[in-house]
């Protein structure tokens, strides 16, 4: 079982920045791969960035150059870098983690507001 904890979301007015932080039960360095999500009101859920047990990433496209995903882990935690933000980033921000036999874990998620 893996625990996942996020923090950082909160009101932020566009072109700011925030950053995200995702905090694990375990050591992440066991875990295939973790990642961010986003859901939007009215909205599917959607990947924002991914990055793998060997430190690679994956964005989608639409966010590539504002958003950073990195990791320590020395720290179990998994860091979000939000630059730039628009209105339209606005959603719940989930953290995901999948095992090394592919079972996916969530975070409660923590809300992003960004302000026109």
């Known amino acids: 079982q893996v625990q996942l904890v996020e923090s950082g979301g909160g009101l932020v007015q566009a072109g700011g920045s925030l950053r995200l932080s995702c905090a694990a039960s375990?050591?992440?360095?066991?875990?295939?791969?973790m990642g961010w999500f986003r859901q939007a009101p009215g909205k599917q859920r959607e990947l924002v960035a991914l990055?793998?047990?060997?430190?690679?990433?994956q964005y989608a496209d639409s966010l590539k150059g504002r958003f950073t995903i990195s990791r320590d882990d020395a720290k179990n935690t998994v860091y979000l870098q939000m630059n730039s933000l628009k209105p339209e980033d606005t959603a719940v921000y989930y953290c995901?983690?999948?095992?090394?036999?592919?079972?996916?874990?969530w975070g409660q998620g923590t809300q992003v507001n960004v302000s026109s």
């Open positions: 375990v050591r992440i360095f066991s875990i295939n791969a």
């Open positions: 995901n983690a999948v095992s090394a036999v592919g079972y996916n874990f």
């Open positions: 990055i793998s047990r060997s430190g690679s990433t």
